[in-house]
């Protein structure tokens, strides 16, 4: 195991660096000047030009990613135009914040998801299974941020039990939570749903059955397990959009998580925690992958990295 994943993060190395060399020239073909938006539109032709010898703008763009790529490999992600700070702790102490919101998110989304989808499967064909399909594919396509001003105003609004602003606190995180779980809800309990129908059809189910094993035994012990692979890569998908920053509900519920942030840089044109956002979310992505194909071998004994 430690071999597979080592080799898996050795080759996750090209993905990285291709990562960094297109978002770096990327974040550059964006319009707008950093050093005109950072002294504003009034300044003289001779501050601007100051403010970009400052942030090293003067320099052409093979210098200037030679020094940021120098950089990075010392660990520096270079400094913020906006808040004249390494990027690294600006981006850090959002990541907190989106890092609550998401693991809140994805597991209420899980755990009501999984189970939603198990009765669904088990009364297939009845009005549960009718409520339950409906309900999901109404939450996987209500979009984020209707449903959000919709729990404000309800909510925030009307009742006055939630504060209209998201925040890291246990009332604050409630509506973005909840927001954000709903889609992931859905689509987390069709895929079970699907999933433990088809292992229902399998043959060792039918063996299971055939041996007298009580029906509980078998759906817990042989059908679940073994339905919860593909759901567990859904999961780890949903759990890597929802880390790279959810920018539509933290911008609904003026949420300063990692979404937020990337909106506030992409207009300041900040380019060095645009560039630092774009990293992580890449980086993100490959160790949740790694992390589900690891789970992958714990949850069925048959699956070997060896």
């Known amino acids: 195991m ?11 190395i090209p993905t990285l660096l291709g990562v960094v060399v297109l978002v770096f020239f990327f974040v550059r073909a964006l319009p707008g000047d950093p050093a005109r938006l950072y002294v504003g539109t009034d300044a003289d032709l001779a501050t601007v030009e100051a403010a970009r010898e400052q942030f090293g703008l003067d320099r052409s763009l093979p210098e200037q990613f030679v020094f940021y790529a120098r950089g990075l490999a010392q660990g520096n992600l270079g400094q913020s135009f906006r808040a004249r700070r ?14 609550v ?6 597991s209420a989304a899980t755990v009501l998801g999984v189970l939603l989808g198990v009765a669904a499967a088990l009364r297939r064909g009845s009005l549960v299974d009718l409520a339950i399909t409906s309900t999901s594919i109404l939450g996987i396509s209500t979009p984020s941020f209707f449903l959000g001003i919709l729990f404000i105003y309800l909510f925030a609004v009307e009742l006055r039990w ?3 602003a998201g925040s890291v606190s246990p009332r604050g995180l409630v509506m973005p939570a909840a ?5 992931g809800l859905g689509t987390i309990a069709r895929f079970a749903r699907s999933s433990l129908l088809e292992t229902f059809g399998n043959d060792y189910i039918r063996t299971a059955h055939a041996k007298g094993l009580a029906p509980r035994r078998v759906i817990g012990k042989h059908a679940i397990r073994n339905a919860l692979i593909p759901v567990l890569t859904i999961i780890g998908l949903q759990f890597g959009f929802l880390l790279s920053g959810t920018v539509i509900v933290e911008t609904v519920f003026n949420f300063h998580g990692l979404g937020w942030l990337l909106i506030q840089s992409i207009e300041a044109r900040d380019y060095p925690v645009i560039q630092g956002l774009l990293l992580v979310f890449s ?11 690891v789970l992958y071998a714990f949850i069925d004994p048959r699956i070997s990295y060896a």
């Open 179 to 183: 927001t954000l779980a709903a889609a």
């Open 86 to 99: 390494p990027a690294a702790e600006v981006i850090a102490r959002h990541f907190r914040a989106t890092l």
């Open 283 to 293: 980086v993100q992505f490959v160790l949740i992958n790694l992390i589900v194909d």
């Open 162 to 164: 939630l504060p209209v």
């Open 2 to 12: 430690t071999t597979y994943v080592l080799k898996r993060l050795v080759q996750a």
């Open 101 to 106: 919101l998401a693991s809140i998110a994805i």
